[in-house]
């Protein structure tokens, strides 16, 4: 009863009992790429996410719309002993299963890793936990959470001393990523194989992977990063300025284009000057430099900046709210946006997915389901 329409994963049928945003991100990336994703939610309330507002927009919240495309949604009580047998059965029938709940939540519903094992040993069966299903198993898993006790806070800030977390759950995303890139990887096994396997992702692990530089230099040499505001801990000039109207960055990552830099704020000089001349130098004597900085860049708009310093090879922008960025994607020719045809309603602008592919790109068949919205269809089907 596949839904899929095309892509690399035509033919995949993912049973998705994720909620909230790691695992719907990670399912949704798959039926993008042609998988047929069934999203099981519980009756009348659906995803958490589905009150998350506002904003809204057609009626629901952006924040559910945001990671649900491409799905079909099923709503299915799993107290219920004939929903649960649905359940049961399109575990039996998937080749994906993904699962956010905390740890021995599935097992209590028959649903587990070893029991789905039984029931389809070729089930690649993903689940996605905060700290893991041992001592930490207990823990609740939230972005922000994970943010303070895993460090990220630690060095994002304006000053030290005062923490601030991303604006956006980077620490949720990124985890999807992680778990769509092994469930691709268990599935090349099973095509070679036959056999499935449990992966396992956690919060917390992710993001110390995704801290790379700075995780690095605390496992390799022990130091432990502080809060260093919009600088670069390694890089100089690598941060924000203040030019004539609005913010700049300037993220200078070699000699070469720090003496493009000097060119084209008409002060050659400087890369000259001993203290400026490496970028150990500068990152030595980054407070000087930063203010000479400031002195010159004041002095000129950032657009101006950016129209005098990029032909230059020297990278620089302003900073951009989230409007002025996707005019930016749609000037570069990136499509940031992808229009989904609704049989039921007027289309919906969503954001693109970002991966290109020449021969088969992600598709934009389905709309975020309504809760429920395919019960019936896909009851029939597990009744079957």
Request: glycine letters at 10%; charged letters at 20%; a negative charge.
């Amino acid at each position: 009863m596949s839904a899929a329409t095309g892509g690399p994963l035509a033919g995949v049928l993912v049973a998705d009992f994720g909620r909230v945003l790691a695992a719907p991100y990670a399912t949704m990336l798959l039926a993008d790429l042609g998988a047929d994703v069934i999203k099981v939610e519980r009756p009348v309330t659906g995803d958490d996410t589905r009150a998350w507002g506002p904003p809204h927009a057609h009626g629901e919240a952006t924040y559910y719309l945001s990671v649900n495309r491409n799905k079909r949604s099923i709503d299915l009580d799993l107290a219920d002993r004939q929903d649960l047998h649905r359940a049961t059965e399109l575990v039996r029938r998937a080749d994906v299963l993904f699962e956010n709940f905390r740890p021995g939540t599935m097992d209590k519903y028959g649903l587990g890793h070893d029991r789905a094992r039984e029931l389809n040993p070729g089930i690649v069966y993903c689940s996605v936990t905060g700290f893991g299903a041992g001592a930490g198993a207990g823990l609740p898993g939230y972005d922000l959470l994970i943010q303070a006790v895993g460090g990220l806070m630690s060095v994002t800030g304006p000053a030290p001393g005062h923490p601030v977390k991303t604006g956006v759950a980077l620490v949720d995303v990124l985890t999807g990523l992680h778990a769509a890139i092994g469930v691709l990887a268990a599935l090349r096994h099973r095509e070679a194989t036959g056999e499935g396997q449990h992966v396992q992702v956690d919060l917390l692990s992710c993001l110390l992977s995704s801290m790379v530089n700075q995780a690095a230099g605390y496992a390799l040499a022990g130091q432990v990063p502080g809060i260093l505001g919009d600088r670069h801990p390694s890089i100089a000039p690598y941060e924000v300025f203040p030019a004539k109207d609005r913010p700049l960055v300037v993220a200078v990552g070699n000699d070469r284009q720090f003496r493009a830099l000097c060119q084209g704020l008409d002060a050659p000089d400087l890369a000259d000057e001993p203290r400026f001349a490496t970028n150990t130098d500068r990152v030595a004597h980054v407070d000087q430099l930063a203010d000479r900085m400031r002195e010159l860049l004041i002095t000129r708009t950032a657009a101006d900046w950016f129209d005098r310093l990029t032909p230059l090879g020297v990278p620089c922008g302003p900073v951009n709210d989230l409007a002025q960025a996707f005019d930016l994607a749609d000037r570069l020719g990136l499509s940031p946006r992808a229009t989904v045809a609704a049989a039921d309603g007027e289309p919906m602008d969503l954001v693109a997915n970002p991966i290109g592919l020449s021969g088969t790109p992600p598709r934009y068949d389905r709309r975020p389901p309504r809760l429920g919205e395919h019960t019936e269809e896909i009851r029939a089907w597990l009744d079957s």
